[in-house]
């Protein structure tokens, strides 16, 4: 499964920002990030049927993330943005069947895009 993140940046605390990825394939998809020096942390996941999703305990209720089929792709919309939320963020594609914040259970990996959140 070939992946493309886009859409990270520079933004102000308390700002929004929309991650895109696109998906050549269908997959249970998730976002996860990784600090300088930290290890890599799940964001959220979507699973084939988009009700399906789990989040983050630090990001729940400012993260949503959502899928487009008919577009291939899907959306990680971030708001309330912290300094804390920085990272390198990456999309990857699960074999699951449900949606998973388990890092093992991504095979297919993006590039990363890069969030900077100033203070």
């Known amino acids: 499964v070939q992946l493309v993140e886009s859409g990270g940046g520079l933004v102000q605390a308390w700002g929004s920002l929309r991650l895109s990825c696109a998906v050549a394939?269908?997959?249970?998809m998730g976002w996860f990030r990784q600090a300088p020096g930290k290890e890599r942390e799940a964001v959220a996941s979507i699973g084939l049927l988009s009700d399906n999703r789990t989040y983050g305990d630090s990001v729940k209720g400012r993260f949503t993330m959502s899928r487009d089929y008919a577009n291939k792709m899907v959306y990680l919309q971030m708001a309330s943005l912290k300094p804390e939320d920085r990272g390198v963020y990456y999309c990857a594609a699960s074999r699951r069947y449900w949606a998973t914040l388990v890092v093992e259970e991504y095979i297919d990996w993006g590039q990363g895009t890069q969030v900077t959140v100033s203070s």
């Open positions: 394939g269908l997959s249970v």
